[in-house]
């Protein structure tokens, strides 16, 4: 009887485990892995040309020095020979959800041209994808929309690559920069004069009242 709920386990987790690997996509509990690709050449690559180990963390405290973000990468810039095997280490030092998630890629290997690790929380997962051989910067950011406008980009470049993106702290400017332009009109002035004015009134005042006090009590 034991031998047989023993089998039946292992076959329920062998199942599970088989009904989480599916599609390119790899999940467990602690998160995703979407395309994983350690040895598929794309068409114009004849061999890999080199292997390129990023590890890559992800946090809200690699953030604090830049205004109004929230989050980011602690790199955002990274160099790699067109065929090369990218083999990614993306550590999650928060207690939300991160993601590495690269986009461009050709879509006859990659669906929807993407490459992605996901984290729920704290820890760390490493995949790999291999590039074509043609220049190309590939953009790089967290799938939450708030963390990519919070800061949380990067870019990978290629070969020679194809410039430089936007936005990438610590490195170009945003895209859409964050001014608040003041329209003073004549109206705004005078209500400053006005607030002025009665502000140096209400100080006199209090001060007189403040001096009767302090000669009562003496």
């Not at 690709?37 to 809200?60: A, F, M, Q, W, Y």
């Not at 690699?62 to 980011?72: E, H, P, Q, S």
């Not at 690790?117 to 997962?125: A, R, S, T, V, W």
């Not at 800061?151 to 990978?156: E, F, I, N, V």
Request: aromatic content about 10%; some cysteine; overall charge positive.
């Amino acid at each position: 009887m034991k031998t047989l709920l023993l089998l039946l386990s292992l076959l329920s987790s062998t199942a599970t485990y088989s009904a989480m690997n599916h599609g390119g996509m790899i999940m467990d509990e602690t998160g995703m892995i979407m395309n994983h690709n350690p040895d598929k050449l794309p068409k114009d690559c004849k061999e890999i040309s080199k292997d390129v180990d990023i590890t890559i963390r992800g946090s809200h405290k690699y953030a604090l020095d830049f205004n109004g973000k929230m989050f980011t990468y602690d790199k955002r810039d990274w160099q790699a020979p067109g065929c090369a095997r990218i083999n990614v280490t993306f550590i999650n030092e928060d207690d939300i959800r991160h993601q590495f998630m690269l986009h461009g890629l050709p879509g006859y290997m990659y669906p929807e041209g993407m490459f992605s690790i996901e984290l729920y929380g704290k820890g760390q997962k490493t995949a790999s994808f291999i590039v074509p051989a043609r220049d190309h910067t590939y953009y790089i950011h967290c799938e939450v929309s708030t963390h990519t406008e919070k800061g949380m980009k990067a870019q990978l470049k290629v070969g020679k690559g194809t410039g430089d993106l936007s936005s990438i702290l610590g490195l170009t400017a945003p895209l859409t920069p964050d001014i608040y332009p003041i329209n003073n009109d004549r109206y705004t002035w005078f209500a400053l004069a006005v607030s002025i004015l009665m502000g140096a009134l209400l100080i006199g005042w209090l001060s007189k009242v403040l001096a009767k006090k302090m000669k009562k009590s003496s």
